[in-house]
């Protein structure tokens, strides 16, 4: 099903429309602030699996993220922040930012990677931020990636419909994504260390 969404003001029917979908296991691809998503109900573990099959993961190597509504939540996931980090984090969020942090006994057991470790992310981007407060637990989120050898990724919803429409549940249109994923930031050691660039631009 494709589904158009307001980026600027969401409709909140639509919304619930999408998390009525989440919460019966199913799978979406939405828009953010950088790329256009995969994504699935963080506490149900047959999507998650599937959303891993899709991308060729494996969930206990890969580093899966969560789409959190803010900090308060974030931290409901996560081993207690570094005040720097902190710092660093809330003048950077929300913004095109994976962080990367220790993470706790909350985290369901398909996110449990060995280096304990998850990954973060509260786009700029109010439909994504709609959807996790809706739904009232984050998302998973993973980049939905082209195998066309210009474009990484998809960035027309109607190309992304096409293409998927018999392999997830719902795909939001809130129009053109962008081709550049975020950076990310691995919260983990001592000091803050970028290991991906992308479109954020870290702030300290």
Known sequence: MLLQINPDNPEPRKIQQVTHTLRNGGIIIYPTDTVYGLGCDINNNDAVEKICRLRRLEPEKAMLSFICKDISQITDYTLPIDNQIFRIMKKNLPGA????????????????????????????????IAIVEALGRPILTTSLRSDDEIMEYFTDPMDIYNDFQKLVDLVIDGGTGGNTPSTIVDCTGSTPEIIREGVGILEY
Not at 101 to 117: D, G, Y
């Open 97 to 128: 930012f994976t962080f990367v942090l220790k993470s706790n006994n909350a985290v369901p057991k398909m996110f449990k990677n060995r280096k304990r470790t998850i990954g973060v992310r509260i786009p700029d981007h109010t439909i994504p």
